[in-house]
């Protein structure tokens, strides 16, 4: 997805103008129309996770312009999050007892590059090589006509 429609995309869903389709992890998630636009019924707008990944593609957009980079032709070429290490607080309850009281935190990986121009096929047929079976080849090979 180029970046631009991502960024756009993301305030989008924070003002609830498009939808996050929901296909798995999707129990209890209500049916929405919205979702029709993805080819599914379930969907949500988690507004907290659109503000941090638009935080985080933000700050790729001008560290990609630091490095010189065209941002008009940035492609999100891959993006994974991954679960980090739980941080570890402590909750005082009734009876002298404590409590976990644990974060989730995660690992987000975002890579950008720039998108390369399509460069068409040529149309003449000088390169154009006759295929020939496998079988024939064997024959050629065999007689010794090459």
């Not at 659109?50 to 560290?63: D, G, H, T």
């Not at 990609?64 to 032709?73: F, I, N, P, S, V």
Request: glycine share 4%; charged share 35%; with cysteine.
């Amino acid at each position: 997805m180029p970046l631009k429609r991502a960024i756009r995309f993301l305030e989008n869903v924070k003002e609830k103008k498009e939808i996050v389709p929901f296909r798995k992890f999707n129990h209890r998630v209500g049916r929405k129309a919205q979702a029709k636009a993805w080819g599914h019924t379930q969907g949500r707008w988690p507004k907290k996770s659109a503000e941090f990944l638009l935080q985080l593609l933000r700050n790729a957009e001008s560290n990609a312009e630091y490095k010189g980079l065209d941002t008009d032709h940035l492609v999100i070429e891959h993006i994974q999050v991954q679960r980090a290490a739980k941080v570890r607080r402590r909750t005082y309850r009734a009876h002298g007892r404590i409590n976990p009281y644990m974060s989730s935190p995660c690992h987000v990986e975002v890579i950008l590059s720039e998108k390369e121009e399509i460069v068409s096929k040529p149309t003449d047929d000088v390169g154009k090589v006759k295929k020939e079976s496998k079988k024939k080849q064997r024959r050629i090979l065999a007689r010794g006509d090459y």
